[in-house]
Every structure is written in structure tokens, then in C-alpha cells.
């Protein structure tokens, strides 16, 4: 077992070094293992009879013989060392020309006739050129091979006694010129048929590279603008987000200056003021949480319970005038899904809802069970949409705002999430009866466990002031701002 592990490591060193020639062209690389093996058996094979033929022969005088072997030797090593250094074509080249000079003085010593068997060693010239250097040198090749056809026959015709043998010199080389002829023009058809096989194998190669780049690219462009989506999304959330944190601060401020206007106990107002810190952490830890540069997390979760956890960052869009419901009353809806790209699109709906009612009006959400897919409802009474609007609505960059109001990927974004997550979007609008959406997601497998529990935690995180942890109650929201959570529905 020691001895085979140096073995194959010397084989494998061995396979690197033939591989490591200095060729640029992929094609031409590939094929110089092959070659430099040839090459290699070739020299060694004629090296080793040159030296046993002169040790075999010295007293017979056959000396011409062993230094034409060696000269065949000394050829192939040159040819090898050539390919070495990176002459691929070259080396090929006097491959094929030295294996035609062979042939060919075979030929002219003993003529056609005599070696009729041997004409197979014909092809090895011919494929050599056109497996190495293409088809223009196949045809040169086999020009070549008729002239030494003809040297052969020439012998033969030489070496005749009558007509009747000259005729069949004539005989024997139509019969070898036309069979050679046909192997020509197949191994022509085979040559063309495989560089085009191997054109277009690089052109693909080339062009999925293309095409993974181009995604790549889109990947993260997609990215930027979601990320800008949601920059622009927080901006418009920051009014209602302000309203809602100073009546949280005058909650506070209020229970902590009860103690000294009307001389209640700390303990009873701790409570009072626990619970507004509570909302407020909440709020902050949603809102940045939503800000963030977007990493997916796919996780499974309870829509319903998704949408209540991030309420207090829907509500605040609403301006006064805009009465709003939101029922997630239907609780138990698992869908697997990004829960940031979930909010992003739930607020780019509102955002577009309230554009949609600048004199007011009214806003519904309602999560569902719709056979094998959660369904969200959402529906405003705005102004509605043209049939030519709704037929752009998920166009990249199309809106009907003007340009300090909207970039125009707002609905582009959520078509993506909803077709990413394998869901369905539905539209019905009209001008001056509202809109009204339909987003079906498909429910979790059966067995699936809620993933990432740490998502579904609506805790917010310690407050510097005294670590406080809860969730704000899911109840009736109504501040100045004028809007309204009229159905939040019993959990």
C-alpha cells in the first residue's frame, strides 16, 4: 500500500507537467496532452529499437537501417520539445510532414503493391492535421497523400514486366485514390460538424457567463431600490410616527407629574408608565428594524399576526379624514415568506391608497383563508384607476405622481414579492370607485415548524431607561392625525 501512494503521486506530478504547457488557445491546450503522448511514445519506442537493432545487427552491416530509426527519434524528440515551449502548430506540423516523408519513401523503395495492407497508415497524417489543425489542413494533407499514392504507384508501373501488371497498378491506385477520396470527405464533414459543436459550446459558455453577470447586476440594482423604496416609505411614515411618539411622551410626562399634583402613590403610575415605554420601544425597534439594509430571511409565520406586529408603523400613514380598518381576527394563516419584504409591500399599498383619497375616505385590510393560500383584502374608496393606468400599474418606474411624490417602483416591488413567494395579485379599479387588491400567498407545507422564532418576537429591546419588555395591545389607535384602526379584530 506504501509503495502505489509514491507511485500515483509521481503519476499525477507526471500529468501536471504535461499539462503545464505554455499554450494560450483552450482548444490547442487540450490537445497537446494528447500530442506530447504520442510524441513521447514515439521517441522512446524508436530510441529503444535504434539501440537494440545496432546491438542485434553490428556484424550484419545494417547500420542504414538503425540510423534511419534513430534519425525517426531524433525527430519525434524535436517535435516534442517544440510543443514544449509552446509551438503547438508547428510541432503538429512537422509531426504530419515527417509521418508523409516516411510514407512516402516506404512508397518509392517498395512501391503500392507491396504495401496494400499497410495503406491504413495513410490516415494517421490525415487525422493528425484535421484533429489538430482544422480542415484546411486536412485538404493539404490529402493532397500530399495522393502524391505519395503516385510515388507509389510510379514504382509499381517501374517494377512491371507486361501491360497486364501495368493495368493493375492503374487498378489499385483508382481503388485506393477513391477510397481514400471518401474517408476525406467524411472526416471533412466530421472536422466541420465538431468545431461547430465546440463554436457553439463556447459561445454558450460565454453567454451564460454573460447571463449570470447581467443577474447578478440586476440583483443588486434590485436591491438598491429596494432599500431606496424603503428609505422613501420611512420618510412619509416619520410624520404619523412623530404624532404618535409625543402622545406617548405626554403619557409618560402626565403619570409622572400626577404623583405631585394630586398626591398618588409611584406604585400606582409605574404601571401606566411601564406600558408607554413598552409602545414606544416598540415603535422605535420597528421602524429601525424596517430601515435597515435588506438581508431576505425567509422565515413561516401567521400572516395575521405578522400585520399586527407591524400596525403601529401602518396606521401613522393615514392623514386625517381617512378612516381605517384593519381585521386580523383570522388567526392561524402560516405562510412562509420575507417578513420585511412582506411590510415594505403592505406600505406601499397604503402609501398609494393615501394618495389615492386626498379628500378622505375610507381604508379596509382583511387577512383570510382562501383554500390552500392566505388572501390579504385590501380596498380604499379613492379616486380608482383608468383601464390604461391599471394595465401599467406594475411597470418599473411608471406613476402618475409628480416627480417629488413617487419613483414609480413602489408597485413594482410588490409584484416581485408576491411572484417570489409563488403568490397571486388581483386588481379591480375604476375611476371614482375605489380600488380593490387581492394578494394571495401560498399557505406553509402541513408539519411545518414557525422558523425563526426570534422574527416573531414582538418584544421590543431593552430601553437604556429601565429594560423594558412587552408588546403595545393590539386595541382601538386614534389620534390627531384623524385615522382609525376600527377592526383589529380579537386574538
Not at 151 to 175: E, K
Not at 329 to 347: H, N
Not at 474 to 482: P, Y
Amino acid at each position: 500500500m506504501t509503495a502505489r501512494v509514491p507511485l500515483l503521486s509521481l503519476w499525477h506530478g507526471f500529468i501536471g507537467w504535461m499539462n503545464r504547457v505554455p499554450i494560450h488557445s483552450r482548444r490547442d491546450r487540450r490537445n497537446a496532452l494528447t500530442l506530447q503522448a504520442i510524441l513521447a511514445v514515439t521517441t522512446t519506442a524508436t530510441l529503444f529499437t535504434a539501440i537494440a537493432s545496432c546491438a542485434a545487427g553490428a556484424d550484419r552491416g545494417s547500420g542504414g537501417e538503425s540510423g534511419l530509426i534513430l534519425m525517426i527519434s531524433v525527430y519525434t524528440c524535436l517535435c516534442f520539445c517544440l510543443l514544449r515551449h509552446g509551438l503547438f502548430r508547428l510541432a503538429t506540423s512537422l509531426t504530419v510532414v515527417g509521418g508523409l516523408l516516411l510514407i512516402g519513401m516506404s512508397y518509392q523503395a517498395y512501391g503500392l503493391q507491396a504495401q496494400s495492407g499497410l495503406q491504413i497508415t495513410l490516415l494517421l497524417p490525415l487525422l493528425f492535421s484535421g484533429l489538430f489543425l482544422g480542415r484546411g489542413a486536412v485538404w493539404w494533407t490529402a493532397l500530399a497523400n495522393a502524391v505519395v499514392l503516385g510515388i507509389g504507384a510510379h514504382t509499381d508501373l517501374r517494377l512491371a514486366t507486361d501491360s497486364m501488371q501495368a493495368s493493375q497498378v492503374l487498378s489499385n491506385l483508382l481503388l485506393a485514390g477513391m477510397n481514400f477520396l471518401v474517408l476525406v470527405m467524411i472526416l471533412d464533414r466530421l472536422i466541420l460538424s465538431s468545431q461547430r459543436a465546440i463554436n457553439r459550446s463556447e459561445e454558450l459558455n460565454a453567454l451564460c457567463l454573460e447571463l449570470t453577470r447581467q443577474v447578478e447586476e440586476k440583483e443588486r440594482a434590485y436591491e438598491r431600490l429596494l432599500q431606496t423604496q424603503k428609505m422613501e416609505t420611512v420618510g412619509r411614515l416619520s410624520t404619523g410616527i412623530a404624532h404618535d411618539f409625543n402622545a406617548i411622551l405626554s403619557v409618560i410626562l402626565g403619570h409622572a407629574t400626577s404623583v405631585d399634583k394630586r398626591g398618588g402613590s409611584i406604585d400606582a403610575v409605574l404601571p401606566g408608565i411601564r406600558q408607554a415605554a413598552r409602545s414606544g420601544a416598540t415603535l422605535t425597534r420597528r421602524l429601525l428594524s424596517f430601515s435597515r439594509t435588506h438581508v431576505r430571511q425567509v422565515s413561516t409565520f401567521d400572516l395575521a399576526e405578522a400585520i399586527d406586529e407591524v400596525r403601529p408603523l401602518i396606521l401613522p400613514m393615514f392623514p386625517r379624514g381617512i378612516v381605517a380598518s384593519l381585521d386580523t381576527s383570522t388567526s392561524g394563516l402560516l405562510v412562509r415568506a420575507d417578513r420585511d419584504e412582506l411590510v415594505l409591500a403592505l406600505l406601499n399599498i397604503v402609501s398609494n391608497a393615501c394618495d389615492a383619497m386626498p379628500q378622505g375616505g375610507r381604508f379596509f385590510l382583511s387577512v383570510e383563508a382562501d383554500g390552500a393560500h392566505a388572501a390579504l383584502k385590501l380596498e380604499d374608496t379613492g379616486i380608482g384607476m383608468t383601464p390604461e393606468v391599471l394595465a401599467r400599474m406594475f411597470e418599473p418606474f411608471f406613476t402618475t405622481k409628480p416627480k417629488d411624490k413617487g419613483t414609480g417602483i413602489g408597485m413594482t416591488t410588490v409584484q416581485r414579492f408576491v411572484a417570489e413567494h409563488g403568490g397571486q395579485i388581483d386588481v379591480d379599479s375604476a375611476p371614482g370607485q375605489g380600488t380593490r387588491m387581492r394578494i394571495r400567498l401560498p399557505l406553509a407545507q402541513a408539519g411545518s415548524e414557525i422558523e425563526d422564532g426570534a422574527d416573531l418576537d414582538i418584544s421590543p429591546a431593552p430601553v437604556a431607561a429601565g429594560d423594558y419588555r412587552g408588546a403595545a395591545p393590539a386595541t382601538e389607535h386614534k389620534t390627531a392625525g384623524g385615522y382609525r384602526d376600527a377592526g383589529s379584530g380579537t386574538r
